[in-house]
């Protein structure tokens, strides 16, 4: 049987977390087919088809996948369900919203969040904000997975998939957007950068956190995050947000500023390569997860760390 | 309006928890249990909407052991009507096992709105509101951040990846509750008593007509990998040097 990943995508372009998804399908192993559901999303569909290991790829191209509504990409994805063994898309916050309508439509389990594949039916997830990691079989005739997009690396180039149209699924008319704010930044997408320079509660104001943290991400190249107590204290947007309930990152430096490290801060970040922490506070748990913590006054550290650079 | 929340007795946020050493599971003995961090959210929401006169009761419930007990008389305490017990014993419930039980106390109830937690903190699957819904057939709004009810209609600012997307939906229909809807009250003590009177039924998952089996077998749960962490360097220009020559990552 083949496997059904469903491409996270804005119509004009894959988002570059799909890449991850089809090495997951890779390692459950079988034709991987990539389900393009969108508005004028050819586009899309055509970097669907040139990455590696895609056999198919499916568009379904109709108006009312414009808006990526869970309630109509859910209907799509369990009318072509049969076909498959394995549905499998990114957890980012548009694979959670739709894929449990899909699991439960189908009457089986999902499984979230999946770190690693160790068989056909048997998975790696992370659980209590990755404390504890709890391996999973699955005996449903259809395997439903969200997988951790950092914990797969992502497919190559080279692929060239024909690409198949698809009907839409009859319009289920049940939401409809009204409005989107989409945070505009220049910087690198946060679960994709390489470098992510992080600020919590310690930097004191919103002003302080661009003050300090923007030169330093500017001359790091890096992607700007943040800790719950900094995004409930109003200082950054909250898709700025690292950990068990925000963003899950796992860049190749982590430098953590003004952040305590609270357990749910943590299971976000503790799989990047190398942390920094600077902060006042020796007796904080960000430092046992550090590679290289730094006992400072963020507001002399900072700035000479930008002038050193 | 009735409104309909469902909770999840879960273990306390600042716990952190650790797997057995025969990886049968995690350590839970003798640690301090809680409501849900997202549920305490959601049970807020509902209880604003009544004190605004937009919801006329508001219904908690709860699938697990009889020790959820705790967990409905904490949502009583902070302003919930009425409470349900779906008490399943000591069997594991599964997302999908609590989606049906909370169908199943839908069809009862006929809510107009269910506010659920987005995520419980213990299995992290982040899935129970959404199955809700699509068992239903009624549309969801899945991480809100802000919630406006009017004529049938509601309202509801999402977080999602890149910033904040607005919903409109039609009732009924799940909303499921992220970290920014609102900063949930304390019981105050007088309500704690109050609490102990109010009405908590219970029933089950064979008295519901609900098959809740679980569909996952759980192998093993392990220790992630430990992380060599806890080092310091002396100052800005020790850092500078030990990430150019040996981390090499700048």
């Known amino acids: 049987m083949a496997i059904l990943v469903i491409a996270e995508h804005d119509h004009a372009s894959l988002k570059a977390v799909t890449k991850n998804a089809l090495t997951a399908a890779a390692k459950i192993g079988g034709d991987t087919h990539l389900l393009v559901a969108g508005s004028n999303a050819s586009a899309a569909a055509a970097q669907g088809a040139a990455c590696a290991g895609v056999a198919k790829v499916l568009l379904a191209d109709a108006p009312q996948y414009a808006d990526q509504s869970a309630e109509n990409i859910a209907a799509l994805v369990v009318s072509l369900a049969g076909a498959y063994s394995h549905i499998v898309t990114v957890a980012s916050s548009a694979g959670k919203n739709f894929m449990p309508r899909v699991a439960a439509l189908l009457d089986v389990a999902q499984i979230s969040d999946v770190t690693e594949v160790q068989a056909a039916d048997t998975f790696v997830r992370p659980i209590y904000a990755g404390n504890a990691l709890a391996t999973v079989k699955s005996a449903d005739r259809i395997k439903v997975l969200t997988v951790r997009a950092t914990a797969f690396d992502a497919v190559g180039e080279g692929g060239s998939a024909p690409v198949e149209s698809i009907g839409a699924a009859e319009d289920t008319g049940l939401s409809k957007v009204s409005g989107r704010e989409l945070t505009k930044s220049e910087r690198p997408d946060l679960g994709a950068a390489k470098i992510v320079v992080s600020g919590g509660r310690g930097l004191g104001s919103g002003e302080n956190y661009r003050k300090l943290l923007e030169p330093l991400a500017d001359k790091l190249g890096a992607a700007l995050g943040a800790s719950r107590a900094a995004v409930d204290a109003g200082f950054v947007p909250n898709d700025f947000q690292v950990g068990q309930t925000g963003k899950i990152v796992a860049p190749q430096l982590y430098i953590a500023v003004g952040i305590s490290g609270a357990i749910q801060h943590l299971a976000g970040m503790k799989d990047s390569k190398v942390i920094v922490a600077i902060n006042k506070n020796a007796d904080e748990p960000i430092f046992q997860v550090a590679d290289y913590g730094l006992v400072a006054d963020l507001n002399e550290a900072v700035p000479e760390l930008v002038s050193k650079l | ?250």
Request: proline share 5%.
């Open chain 2, 1 to 250: 309006m009735k409104v309909l929340v469902p909770v999840k007795r879960v273990v306390d946020a600042n716990i952190k928890v650790r797997a057995k050493a025969d990886e049968t599971g995690v350590d839970l003995a003798n640690v301090k249990m809680a409501m849900n961090p997202f549920d305490e959210i959601a049970v807020e929401e509902a209880v604003r909407l009544k004190e605004k006169g937009v919801a006329t009761e508001v219904v908690v419930v709860s699938c697990g052991s009889s020790a959820c007990q705790e967990t409905l008389r904490t949502a009583l305490a902070v302003g919930a009507d009425r409470a349900i017990l779906v008490d399943s014993g000591e069997v594991e419930l599964q997302p999908l096992a609590v989606a049906k039980l909370l169908k199943a106390v839908c069809a009862a109830e006929q809510p107009q709105l269910v506010i659920a937690g987005k995520q419980a903190i213990d299995d992290d699957a982040n899935q129970v509101g959404q199955m809700l819904s699509a068992l239903q057939g009624w549309p969801q709004a899945a991480f809100a951040s802000k919630v406006e009810l009017a004529d049938g209609k509601a309202k509801v600012t999402r977080e999602i990846d890149g910033g904040l997307e607005t919903l409109e939906i039609s009732l009924p229909a799940v909303i499921t509750a992220d970290l920014r809807l609102n900063e949930p009250r304390y019981a105050k003590l007088p309500d704690v008593m109050k609490a102990k009177k109010k009405p908590l039924d219970t029933t089950t998952p064979a008295a519901l007509g609900v098959d809740v089996a679980p569909r996952l077998a759980t192998l093993k749960v392990s220790e992630p990998p430990k992380r060599q962490g806890g080092g310091k360097v002396a100052d800005v220009a020790d850092l500078v040097n030990k990430l150019k020559n040996e981390a090499k990552v700048i």
